[in-house]
């Protein structure tokens, strides 16, 4: 059974203005500043994984030229435009009904293309034990990420039966849980056996395809009217025609918490989201080896003086100068200036057109 | 008697940084974003007073191109390039020379480049008084500036006997004082008599000729020496090797604080030096028709987010969203920036290298 590789990339990151836009959103931009963006740091860390024939991105139509320039060996038939935007649950039923036309054999993992990994010995081992798993059928796993903190932002998934023994071990997910208001965010972590949802899934295309079919069949059938298209020079016409008639609904929503056969295998390989600059701050200060005052800086002709708690980030090259800063964001990109208090960064997305 | 204008740009406004920069410091720069700069509205703010034939300016060497850029109606005799800095006295001393050469009747008014002049008209009437103050010989005038705050960045001039009954009227100085401490300066405002030593000097060519022979023969013997090959081709030669021999000092120290000649005519016309960031701000301020919660803002993209007390300069087209600051310069310039509070100004210039 050939394992495949889904990597979304069709996300907006609105808040992380103004290194993201809507032109070039986060998962086009280095925004660790390693030397590689977060969709080709998104592929690497599969290498060895997966084989690069068996690699498929699903985006908006608009960023069809990001991902060719960023991921030149992807099979361009691999490269799948989304019309329109119609969250993950449909995203994830068109790639699938054309990986199984494809292999039918496949067995998927499905990415976000904008998130952190740090431990990627860890990741790999985590990826085979969770292939292995569901290239048993009718099995459908999520990685859960240990909680750090009693983060409100991500949805909880809370652990049932103990499936596999070993470490890490597998459990069936007794059910999944919204994003929690801050007590309840405490309980879980006292309680133990949450995780957080980070949108990792594996599973076999025949198990994902037959779970759409039952839990979602309008999407599945628009799936079904537009296949016999794929593969040919009708297909994007088909699509953008069909496509847009797909409801809005979210993977989770359409067949995780409907589904009897969601495992979850908690995980711990130094993951973040980097949802916000908050975020890229707390992963800078963990990674860098000179941190001072607390300040976060990516750009290397940065000087901070009197100043504390700060995300800065900036092109390298720019001189910058900062003084009696505390608590703020500084963040520079494509000649626009963000400066605002890091407390307020849930309100970033409301500041740009 | 021709009036013969002498524009000073040689300053390299240090505390202006980042906007300001030894490669282009303040007075080649449209500050105020007026679409002239420092330097050209200094001359414009003589249009119809002096002959554009009468202008001279003195320079470093470094700016000259700049210089033949922003004033390209100048004579190319009347652009005189010091090989090195060597404080206004020598600067004087060189252009007077020059000047009585080319036009020994000659009357002068010696000006700053990059200072700022709010209301022409009265300036202009100031000017006039004045040349026809010093087209009596052995007298030299100097402007002082009614002061407005106790300010102890500037040097203050102490008035004696009244000379002229009329408005505005001149009187003989008693005494020049060093920029005061904050008492002391609290105290010239009460006393009253007191105005800023704002640098812009009249006579006539041969009082400032003789003053100098008289107050600092060293240098009047220097450019003895040189003066035969002024408006030759040797000139920038012989410059470069004599002229560095100058002591440094101020034609305040020099002349001012010691001759019996000096006269000032206090006058109230919108001055500011534009020394600081936050003196740019106060002008900003009274001249903008919007202003939100104290934030004096240059450019035209700038979004101001419950923010209070700051000054913002960025390039026109630069987008800037600045939330949660206060009491705050955010300046960019060159691909540099600079964040740092208000109160911390007078140390720009020990930030830069």
Chains 1, 2 share one sequence.
Request: with cysteine; glycine share 6%.
């Amino acid at each position: 059974m050939a394992k495949h590789l889904v990597i979304m990339a069709g996300g907006i990151g609105s808040r992380f203005w103004p290194m993201s836009t809507p032109q070039c959103p986060k998962q086009f931009l280095d925004i660790t500043d390693c030397g590689r963006t977060m969709l080709q740091q998104t592929l690497d860390r599969f290498d060895g994984l997966i084989d690069m024939n068996h690699v498929w991105v699903i985006t908006s139509a608009d960023f069809h030229h990001l991902v060719e320039d960023q991921l030149p060996g992807i099979h361009p038939q691999h490269i799948l435009l989304e019309p329109c935007m119609r969250n993950t649950a449909p995203c994830v039923a068109y790639v699938s009904w054309k990986i199984q036309k494809e292999d039918p054999e496949a067995l998927m993992v499905v990415t976000p293309s904008d998130h952190l990994v740090m431990n990627i010995p860890v990741f790999q081992e985590v990826i085979r034990k969770g292939l292995d798993f569901v290239s048993e059928e009718n099995r459908i796993l999520t990685l859960g990420m240990k909680p750090t903190c009693p983060e409100t932002g991500y949805g909880y998934i809370e652990q049932g039966e103990q499936i596999l023994q070993d470490e890490p071990s597998i459990y069936k997910i007794k059910t999944f849980r919204e994003k929690p208001d801050l007590p309840t965010a405490i309980g879980y972590l006292k309680q133990g056996g949450f995780t957080w949802n980070a949108g990792i899934f594996l599973w076999s295309v025949n198990t994902i395809v037959a779970e759409l079919r039952q839990n979602a069949s309008r999407i599945a059938g628009i799936m079904d009217q537009m296949a016999d298209y794929f593969f040919t020079e009708y297909e994007q016409t088909v699509l953008n025609e069909l496509f847009p008639e797909c409801e809005r609904i979210s993977i989770d929503y359409a067949v995780m918490e409907k589904t009897q056969l969601a495992y979850v295998l908690p995980v711990e390989f130094g993951w973040s989201d980097l949802g916000t600059w908050g975020s890229l701050r707390t992963i800078t200060l963990s990674t860098s080896r000179m941190v001072e005052n607390g300040n976060a800086v990516i750009g290397n002709q940065v000087t901070m003086i009197e100043s504390s708690q700060n995300m800065v980030k900036v092109p390298n090259g720019k001189q910058v100068v900062i003084q009696g800063l505390h608590n703020c964001i500084v963040a520079e990109h494509n000649n626009t200036l963000l400066i605002c208090q890091l407390s307020e960064e849930q309100r970033i997305k409301d500041w740009h057109k």
